[in-house]
């Protein structure tokens, strides 16, 4: 091996020998030999520390070695390079500065190179710590023809190959995504021709990627309007020409390779390269069929009552306004019947919610057999249905319709082996007779309604516009209670009981009035229901409990002695927390004895969660309370029931007791109630006792307690006192 140059003296500037470029153009301008020799002398160094500079200040790695692969130069970027833990020491070779391993890939191309060879590769080198990327250049030096040696470029490539990775990296996520994405996604040029598409949008279209690419979009993505079938816009090229997103019209249709019809949903955006200039466009579509069978189901759910299937209030709001518009134009009428079944709670109170709702399902079935299809029969929630008559030409045609709707629906039905019978009252108005809306129309047909109820139920009636004028009454019966109750308008009156065999009075019943400042005595059933239905029932129970206690304490005291007095508890007032606590409050702080005080519950209102109400009822017998069932025979109660509860009295209702000299069936109703009671143990009174045939009909069947207008008619507390209360 032959060395041109002495071995490495100063290892941070070994000198390059780069002879063949050194001109010694500056040598040629001195005259004598020997200053000539000591100026190229000054010249060569001089050009020697420029190169030297411009080597050092490169921000490549450079260096020379010779054949045997010692370093004869290296620049400064080389030097720090390796600088860290290996310096670059005089006489060190290539394996010793770069470590086996690099050097094993190097040696190839040291070969290579050596035989004459310019070579490129790229290395992973030890950098101080670390190792890094360089692109590595072999030049040869040839003298003469033979690789004297070669010069080492290399460049640092860690941070390009970074890039790389991540651009790597990213194109991979972006793969991944649009191979597992839940949209169809193809790109395109500028033109419109696809680029790309994904899996899914291979699926949606028919197409294949391959098949695809290249294509026009319009001819892989067809889509066309669903109701024309009209071809629609495409998207992609809107996208482009506007150079902003763009979203599909609705009710798109792709028509697909195969002719099927898919609709879908899209929008379409241009792509920009880093200048913003527009280089493709990009489409995302979705399969709406399942999200349209969705829509359809929702639409249904949100228009109809879950437990009829029969349109809902929203719908038929709809329907009405339809209608109505029709009948504008044709000179028609429209009649909107409202029904409400009667003492429907009753059912669900003593037979429970899933009786209810069978029963509810039949008679929406019934409510169907009895109209045209062009009609609607719609449930307003409840036990309230409307029926929609869309053309009629006179208020008869309702009418017929509504009495066949009465008919049917009081028909018996047998409900998991219950025979049920129940009866509908209904209201009717007509458009364009006593409404001109929708709205006034339902308001009418309510307020019909109410009326039906208040004429005994099982009918219908028309509107009328006195109706009107009650309707509002009743609205402002609620604001009205509450104003009562703060001014004392309330009081209370007291129908006598008398004990059929003795003849004597043994206690009376409390019944509340209103001393309207108006309308003088307003009676109960006039403002117990509104004030049940407007929460006021709790409040007005509490005065009556209190008033009646207080009144028992100030018959004491006027040195009576004052008999058992009954009062009526609703529904609302039982399940009150505090009930109890009003009671025993009342009773302790007019000092009354419990014993004094009777509760008359109705039969739903103990069926109205049994086990609950048991509880309550042998809570208020410890307290030393009676307890009786008022107008028995009117609800659905369970006869086993009935022994659970600690009864003292069962209150036969009016209704029953009214025909029984003249009707055989109330007749037996009347004497089957007295022997149960009877065989329970417990004692009836008969309510409504009005004429001596009753009496004497209810003395033969030993019926304990009559109360009625034959008797007394209810008494202010003074007259009561004054007539029947003995002096202590
Ligand atoms: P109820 O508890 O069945 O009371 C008996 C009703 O029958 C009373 O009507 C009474 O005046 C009436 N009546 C009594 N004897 C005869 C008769 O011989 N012939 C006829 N035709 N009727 C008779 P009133 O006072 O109008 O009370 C009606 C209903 O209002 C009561 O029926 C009761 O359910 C309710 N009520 C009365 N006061 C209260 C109360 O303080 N709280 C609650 N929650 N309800 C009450
Ligand atoms: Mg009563
Ligand atoms: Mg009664």
Same mark, same amino acid.
């Given at each position: 091996m032959r060395s041109r140059r002495p071995p490495v003296k100063d290892h941070a500037r070994t000198e390059a020998t780069p002879s063949q470029s050194q001109?010694?153009?500056? #040598?040629? #301008?001195?005259?004598t030999p020997a200053a000539a020799a000591s100026h190229s002398q000054e010249v060569l160094q001089a050009a020697q520390q420029r190169l030297r500079d411009i080597a050092d200040n490169m921000p490549v790695l450079i260096s020379y070695v010779d054949r045997s692969e010692r370093y004869q130069f290296v620049n400064r970027a080389y030097q720090e390079w390796?600088?860290?833990?290996?310096k670059i020491e005089p006489g060190m070779t290539i394996l010793d500065m770069i470590g086996l391993e690099s050097y094993e890939r190097a040696r190839p191309f040291i070969e290579r190179c050596l035989a004459g060879e310019r070579v490129t590769f790229e290395n992973y080198l030890p950098h101080r710590e670390h190792h890094r990327h360089a692109l590595i250049n072999y030049v040869p030096q040839v003298i003469d023809g033979v690789v004297e040696g070669f010069y080492i470029l290399g460049t640092d490539l860690t941070a390009q190959k970074e890039a790389e990775e991540q651009l790597f990296q990213e194109k991979e996520r972006l793969a991944v995504t649009l191979q597992s994405i839940g949209d169809g996604v193809i790109t395109t040029d500028t033109r419109g021709n696809i680029t790309y598409m994904n899996p899914l949008a291979e699926a949606l279209t028919g197409w294949r990627n391959a098949q695809a690419v290249t294509h026009p979009l319009n001819e892989v993505f067809c889509i066309i309007d669903a109701q024309t079938k009209q071809r629609a816009a495409d998207p992609v090229m809107l996208a482009l020409a506007t150079n902003t997103p763009s979203g599909l019209a609705l009710n798109t249709v792709l028509v697909r390779a195969d002719g099927s019809e898919l609709p879908i949903e899209d929008s379409a955006a241009p792509i920009h390269d880093r200048s913003g200039n527009v280089i493709g466009g990009v489409l995302v579509f979705r399969d709406m069929s399942a999200t349209q069978a969705m829509a359809v189901k929702m639409t249904h759910l949100a228009q109809?009552? #879950?437990?009829?299937?029969l349109p809902n209030r929203l719908l038929l709001k709809d329907r009405v306004v339809q209608a109505i518009g029709r009948a504008a134009r044709h000179h028609t009428r429209v009649a909107l019947i409202f029904l409400d079944l009667d003492r429907f709670k009753h059912v669900n109170d003593s037979l429970g919610h899933a009786i209810g709702d069978k029963l509810l399902q039949s008679v929406a079935g019934r409510l169907l057999g009895c109209v045209r299809a062009t009609d609607t029969v719609c449930r307003q929630g409840g036990d309230e249905f409307v029926v929609l008559l869309p053309e009629i030409d006179d208020g008869h045609q309702a009418a017929r319709v509504a009495d066949k709707i009465l008919v049917a629906v009081a028909q018996p039905y047998l409900i998991d082996a219950h025979e049920l019978h129940i009866s509908m009252s209904a209201g009717i108005s007509v458009y364009p007779d006593d409404a001109k809306d929708g709205e006034a129309m339902g308001k009418n047909a309510d307020s019909a309604m109410y009326h039906a109820k208040e004429q005994g139920r099982n009918n219908f009636q028309f509107f009328t516009p006195e109706l009107n004028t009650r309707v509002q009454a009743r609205a402002s019966m609620e604001s009205n209670l509450r104003r009562a109750l703060r001014r004392n308008e309330f009081v209370l009156h007291y129908q006598p009981k008398v004990c059929?065999?003795?003849?004597?009075?043994i206690g009376a019943e409390a019944l509340l009035r209103w001393h309207h400042p108006d309308f003088g005595l307003i009676a109960p059933d006039r403002f117990i229901g509104v004030a049940e239905e407007a929460g006021m029932i709790v409040p007005l129970g509490q005065w009556v409990v209190r008033a009646v206690c207080e009144q028992i304490g100030a018959w004491t005291a006027a040195g009576r002695q004052p008999l058992p007095i009954a009062i009526n508890v609703s529904g609302a007032q039982m399940r009150d927390k505090g009930f109890m606590q009003d009671l025993r409050y009342a009773c302790t702080s007019s000092d009354?004895?419990? #014993?004094?005080i009777e509760l008359e519950l109705t039969e739903s209102v103990l069926m109205h969660d049994v086990p609950t109400t048991a509880d309550l009822l042998r809570a208020l017998k410890e307290m030393g309370l009676r307890l009786s069932i008022d107008d028995f025979g009117t609800g659905y109660s369970s006869l086993s029931y009935l022994k659970r509860f600690p009864i003292d009295a069962l209150k036969i209702d009016r209704s029953f007791v009214r025909d029984i000299s003249s009707d055989p069936d109330d007749a037996a109703i009347v004497s089957a109630i007295i022997s149960m009671a009877k065989s329970l143990k417990q004692e009836v009174v008969a309510e409504g006792v009005e004429t001596q045939a009753q009496l004497e009909f209810l003395r033969q069947r030993q019926c304990d307690q009559m109360q009625g207008f034959l008797f007394s008619k209810p008494l202010p507390a003074q007259t009561l006192a004054q007539q029947f209360f003995a002096f202590r």
């Open positions: 001109s010694g153009a500056d #040598a040629l #301008a001195h005259s390796f600088g860290g833990p290996r109809h009552d #879950a437990l009829t299937h059929l065999r003795t003849g004597q009075v009354v004895a419990p #014993a004094l």
